[in-house]
């Protein structure tokens, strides 16, 4: 059967540095790119069309009024917002206003290799893992811009340790972004004394999950992959986290479905068939039951 297969890209730091070369864009290596962009600008746009990044990223509206999406999430930014894109979010930029935007995309490899606090981390990224456009005081945009030029000078120089110089500037802006935050933006329900085995076993179930959810939604799959059991990694999940495994799981799941019917030519058939379910009838009350739309009622909407 033929088809308009437009299953969303996926995009390394590496990929989109061959893409758009040095076009406004500075890179160092495949650790982090750093780029400038307008809408109606001459330049070829960047994101304009949906796609996940393989990167944090970071993008500071500077000037007019920005439109966008993140894990499908329309949002609207305008001067002093930055929009933070998680590492596997769904991206994309809409270039139909007048805006002027900076962004720094850091690769997930080498945030792993940042000092950075999990205990810190992990309540944050509970909050804005779906996305989150956040309105700065000028001091904290004041503050982006010096590590962003900072950065990029270190990036441009290429002293012999520029490698090490930059991992400390991105430490630094990671910890400070956090400190930008609003006292609320903590999930409810995450709590600080919470054992450190747990914590690292949510961490290790949500790259699990990040990696394996198109095709597994069995709890004992993730389970036996953290060698324990479905009943202790429940536990474990809803402590470190306020949330069942299983709602987790369902996150996933769900917004790998609407992307796939919103965005690709596939069939509902098709898509039931590469996220795993046994037919499209079990697909569609799955759907249903966690949306409260049907997979065809979305697909139209």
Not at 124 to 130: D, S
Not at 154 to 168: K, L, Q, Y
Not at 264 to 275: C, K, M, P, V, W
Request: glycine share 8%.
């Amino acid at each position: 059967m033929e088809h308009n297969d437009k299953i969303l890209p996926s995009f390394s730091i590496g990929r989109l540095r061959e893409l758009f070369g040095s076009e406004r864009t500075c890179c160092m290596g495949d650790d982090f790119m750093m780029f400038e962009r307008s809408g109606g600008g001459a330049e070829r746009p960047l994101f304009a069309e949906p796609c996940r990044i393989d990167a944090l990223g970071m993008i500071l509206c500077t000037s007019g009024r920005i439109r966008g999406s993140v894990n499908l999430n329309d949002y609207e930014a305008t001067q002093g917002v930055v929009a933070v894109c998680m590492p596997g979010n769904i991206l994309r930029i809409d270039y139909g206003g007048d805006f002027t935007l900076r962004g720094m995309l850091l690769s997930t490899s080498f945030l792993r290799s940042l000092r950075v606090d999990l205990k810190l981390i992990m309540p944050i990224w509970l909050r804005i893992r779906n996305g989150v456009c956040l309105r700065l005081r000028d001091d904290d945009v004041a503050l982006l811009d010096r590590f962003y030029f900072l950065l990029r000078e270190v990036t441009v120089r290429s002293e012999p340790h520029a490698s090490e110089v930059a991992g400390g500037l991105a430490t630094a802006l990671v910890h400070a972004f956090c400190d930008m935050l609003p006292a609320g933006s903590v999930a409810a329900g995450t709590a600080e004394g919470v054992e450190g085995r747990r914590r690292v076993l949510f961490e290790r179930f949500m790259a699990l999950l990040e990696r394996y959810h198109v095709t597994e939604r069995s709890l004992g799959f993730y389970a036996g992959q953290l060698c324990i059991t479905p009943k202790y990694l429940s536990s474990a999940v809803k402590e470190a986290s306020g949330r069942t495994a299983a709602e987790w799981v369902d996150d996933f799941v769900v917004l790998e479905a609407k992307t796939l019917l919103k965005y690709s030519g596939l069939s509902i058939q098709e898509i039931a068939y590469r996220l795993n379910f046994p037919s499209q009838s079990f697909f569609g009350k799955y759907f249903k039951h966690r949306t409260g739309l049907s997979p065809s009622e979305y697909k139209v909407r």
